[in-house]
């Protein structure tokens, strides 16, 4: 084999291996290519305590104001304001990361979901959820300061662990 053809060789194992490892190493979902090649601005939220390994992952980014947090994603675009959803498939294994474009550098609201059922609609019973701020979540929606983050020009990194229905007292993280 000539040095060129060796060169060539190697280089289309490389690029063939390039996915697959940007995958183990990385980010999921459908803005992973911008956390993988530090394309931001962008959030990568690293989650931790899942119930389970079944299901779907949702990562929504919103306006950091009490009236547009949660608010129908239609609504949200109807008056122009921010709105970013992005979704992955559960990872059989390994730890959890998700990424999400931000439009531009400021304070958003992001808000994580479990959706264990894969049904797209929020499962109180079954499904998880969890903000950046990792506060207990309890019975009812949290403040949009529980759920507030500071976005930069780069890669801003969130940690949230995620919570279920645990009893009267409402959501909190599973213990280990």
Known sequence: ?????????ALGCALVAAPAAAQAGGTIGSDAAACNSNDGPAIRVN??????????????LYPATKDDFLKDDHDLEREGKTFRRVWADMPAS???????????????????????????????????????SNDKLGR???????????????????????????????????KN
């Open 1 to 9: 084999m000539t040095v060129t053809k060796f060169i060539f060789a």
């Open 47 to 60: 989650v931790t305590g899942l119930k389970d390994r079944t299901g779907r992952l949702k990562l929504e």
């Open 94 to 132: 390994g730890p959890v990361a998700l990424c999400i474009k931000a439009p531009h550098p400021g304070t958003y609201a992001l808000f994580f979901t479990h959706d264990r059922d894969g049904k797209n609609k929020f499962n109180f019973w079954k499904d998880g959820a969890g903000v950046p």
């Open 140 to 174: 009812s929606k949290p403040d949009v300061d529980e759920a507030e983050i500071s976005v930069g020009t780069g890669i801003t990194v969130a940690n949230i662990r995620a919570q279920y229905l645990r009893g009267l007292s409402g959501f909190g993280p599973l």
